[in-house]
């Protein structure tokens, strides 16, 4: 196999020194050192995610505990904004698992705006509403901070939001944005293996649980946080150790780094890569509404994309077609985890050269 630099939005690149620690031998699961593992990571994730609320992980991908909050935190019905792909999955989930949804789908390349949800929830028919933070499908950032101005005013509906492709490169202030239940995985901006999904939880969340019914066993939330609870930050069921060990580590490497240094270099690639894009070709995304990690570009030129891609791999770099319905119309280039201002050089130079752009 030929391993390539990833500038594909998930898996992306991992670094080889938390690689490593994925091979640290096992221990118990119920063991006191699992125990202090689980905690020093939700210390680290509380501080990386600026809440106090409870830190809960789930051996799966971050699809899973979609299906778990949406389905643990609708009681009466659910209403779902969509810019993409990512966000159109939140009402297959509620759908899939007889959760009452509506699906509210912007025009594309628009973000959902917070006269939208404030329009859905005047009218008094929902106690979820689900929001796409960084929607890796199109390179759209919804503008969370206004949202939330919205959804304030609503202290019976939870919020929850999808920060998978974002938490861990962008800022998300959980606890100054009042998210319910802030939901990310572990192979995007968190640059470990795909495997894990992490998320937090409100006390307004915890108490909505009780009212629900039948939420299922494994993406229960309110089960994974019991185990958490009474069992002293242990699992109903085995977790992926492995995850655990790295992500502990990764964690540090975060702190080293400096959260806001981090959120800081993400910054300035997303920039970058506007400029770059604009120049050649055009962003998919409204202006003003593009995401920091991910840049959705519009094939203006109409280049062949699969020999671009196999032109990029013979240079070791693979960068991602578009998603779903855009996937011939538009090409994605990643910016997130370990990729700094170099690697994005590298990148759009190469994709100068072999295209002949200058
Ligand atoms: C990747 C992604 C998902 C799906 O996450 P998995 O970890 O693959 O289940 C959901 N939402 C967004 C915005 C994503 O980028």
Redesign the pocket.
């Known amino acids: 196999m030929e391993f390539k630099k990833l500038f594909i939005?998930?898996p992306t690149q991992v670094h080889p020194d938390v690689l490593a620690k994925m091979a640290t031998p096992m221990i118990g699961h119920r063991s006191k050192d699992a125990s202090e593992l689980q905690k020093r990571i939700t210390q680290k994730m509380q501080n990386l995610m600026f809440t106090k609320n409870k830190i809960a992980l789930s051996t799966s991908?971050?699809?899973?505990l979609?299906e778990g909050a949406i389905r643990g935190a609708t009681a009466k019905r659910a209403i779902v904004f969509s810019v993409g792909d990512?966000g159109n999955?939140w009402a297959d989930l509620a759908k899939l698992n007889d959760v009452p949804v509506d699906l509210h789908v912007e025009e594309p390349g628009n973000p959902t705006m917070p006269k939208t949800v404030d329009d859905y929830l005047k009218t008094g028919k929902y106690d979820v509403v689900t929001i796409?933070h960084?929607?890796?499908s199109t390179g759209i950032m919804n503008p969370v901070e206004s949202i939330s101005e919205i959804i304030k005013k609503y202290p019976d509906v939870l919020w929850l939001v999808?920060c998978?492709?974002s938490l861990g490169g962008a800022k998300v202030e959980v606890d100054k944005l009042g998210i319910d239940i802030c939901i990310t995985?572990s192979?995007?901006a968190l640059a470990l293996p795909?495997g894990l999904?992490l998320c937090s939880v409100s006390p307004k969340a915890e108490e909505r649980f009780t009212k629900v019914g039948n939420k299922g066993y494994y993406l229960d939330l309110k089960n994974i946080i019991k185990y958490i609870d009474k069992k002293d930050h242990q699992y109903s069921s085995t977790p992926s150790l492995s995850h655990m060990f790295a992500l502990d580590f990764q964690l540090d490497r975060i702190e080293k780094e400096g959260i806001e240094n981090r959120f800081i270099r993400h910054i300035e690639m997303a920039e970058f890569m506007y400029e770059w894009a604009n120049t050649y070709f055009k962003t998919f995304a409204k202006p003003g509404f593009e995401s920091l990690t991910v840049t959705c570009i519009n094939n203006t030129r109409n280049f062949n994309f699969s020999e671009l891609n196999k032109e990029l791999g013979n240079r070791g770099m693979q960068i991602s077609n578009g998603y779903g319905d855009l996937k011939d119309k538009t090409f994605r280039i990643a910016h997130m985890g370990e990729l700094n201002m170099a690697d994005m050089k590298e990148v759009t130079g190469a994709i100068e050269d072999i295209l002949k752009l200058k």
């Open positions: 939005p998930g991908s971050g699809t899973g979609m990512f999955r796409t960084n929607e890796t999808d998978v492709s995985s192979q995007k795909p999904a």
